[in-house]
């Protein structure tokens, strides 16, 4: 069973319909990618499964077999199994990285012993035990977004919610927090994970959700995902004069072919059958071939496909 689970969601501001009959689940021992352009309804969709906003219809469960419950507004006990990473930092500058991490789990009801242990615990995993006295204030980007992870794992969450926790971060650091994911996945942790970046999708994700305009478009693995394209591997070729577009068109197996110069593209199904066949064609209408090589097609290809490639502003 999931571990975080929602049902039907719908949200409305006024007559328009931000959110609309969405579903989505994600397990324990997961990495879920929720993506989709701006606007589509994903911030008000992680507000209403962390409990902060309440769906209009619909409902949120959190946990598994017996310990199952539904999530409203009103729910504290299902509250206590999330964490969430906002996008925006929620620390406190002026607190040390180890009274940061007091004040959360203090807030959720840990004290004491426990409390000192889920602290140590969090600093640690996230790369900041040596830093544990030190004020936010002295932290660079990427070790502020580690804190506001520890700050959503000090209470031991059987969910995690990551909303673009990579924003603004460099290399080194995104690494850093690409590792804490998936240490929380080999866990059992359930994690969503929000993001516009199709490559971290790519790396992190099990499973990826793609919404647009409140509603749910594709949600699959990967490899489901790529099939969806009509093309899978794009050809790339040098060759010699312009070639006839519209007759390589109308040859079986290729797609959307394009010449800028001396370069030719080509979407092809299959690279083993298609491949062969498109350099004899073009041997055979007078074109030298002076170089080959092909790409797969990636998440932002699926992205672009389902959502379009307008602006959303």
């Known amino acids: 069973m999931p571990m975080l689970e929602a049902q039907g969601l719908c949200k409305s501001y006024g007559s328009r319909a931000v959110v609309a009959d969405l579903s989505l689940s994600v397990a324990a021992g997961e990495i879920v990618g929720l993506l989709g352009p701006n606007g589509a309804g994903k911030s008000t969709t992680v507000a209403m499964l962390c409990g902060l906003v309440g769906a209009d219809r619909g409902r949120v469960f959190v946990g598994d077999g017996a310990?199952?419950?539904?999530?409203?507004?009103?729910?504290?006990?299902?509250?206590?199994?999330?964490?969430?990473?906002?996008?925006?930092?929620?620390?406190?500058?002026?607190?040390?990285?180890?009274?940061?991490?007091?004040?959360?789990?203090?807030?959720?009801?840990?004290?004491?012993?426990?409390?000192?242990?889920?602290?140590?615990?969090?600093?640690?995993?996230?790369?900041?035990?040596?830093?544990?006295?030190?004020?936010?204030?002295t932290f660079s980007g990427g070790m502020k977004r580690r804190l506001n992870i520890a700050a959503a794992l000090v209470h031991d969450p059987d969910v995690l919610i990551f909303d673009e926790p990579t924003v603004g971060?460099?290399?080194?650091?995104?690494?850093?927090?690409?590792?804490?994911?998936?240490?929380?996945?080999e866990r059992g942790k359930a994690l969503l994970y929000t993001t516009h970046y199709m490559e971290e999708a790519e790396r992190l994700c099990d499973r990826v959700?793609?919404?647009?305009?409140?509603?749910?478009?594709?949600?699959?693995?990967?490899?489901?995902?790529?099939?969806?394209?009509?093309?899978?591997?794009?050809l790339e070729i040098e060759v010699d004069g312009t070639v006839d577009l519209a007759a390589l068109a109308r040859e079986p197996g290729i797609a959307r072919p394009a010449q800028d110069g001396t370069r030719l593209t080509a979407g092809v199904a299959?690279?083993?059958?298609?491949?062969?066949?498109?350099?004899?064609?073009?041997?055979?209408?007078?074109?030298?071939?002076?170089?080959?090589s092909s790409g797969r097609a990636d998440l932002e290809d699926v992205f672009l496909s389902l959502t379009g490639r307008q602006l959303r502003d």
């Open 169 to 185: 971060v460099d290399p080194q650091s995104r690494n850093a927090i690409f590792d804490n994911l998936e240490s929380l996945r």
């Open 209 to 234: 959700v793609i919404m647009d305009h409140g509603r749910v478009v594709a949600s699959d693995r990967l490899q489901g995902l790529y099939k969806r394209l009509p093309v899978v591997e794009t």
């Open 270 to 292: 299959d690279l083993g059958r298609t491949a062969p066949a498109l350099l004899s064609w073009l041997a055979a209408h007078g074109h030298t071939v002076h170089r080959i």
């Open 67 to 137: 310990s199952r419950i539904a999530l409203t507004e009103n729910t504290p006990d299902a509250k206590r199994r999330i964490g969430v990473v906002p996008q925006e930092l929620s620390i406190y500058e002026n607190l040390g990285a180890a009274a940061n991490l007091e004040l959360f789990g203090a807030l959720y009801g840990l004290a004491g012993t426990l409390l000192r242990e889920r602290v140590d615990a969090a600093l640690t995993l996230v790369g900041l035990a040596d830093r544990a006295k030190d004020k936010p204030s």
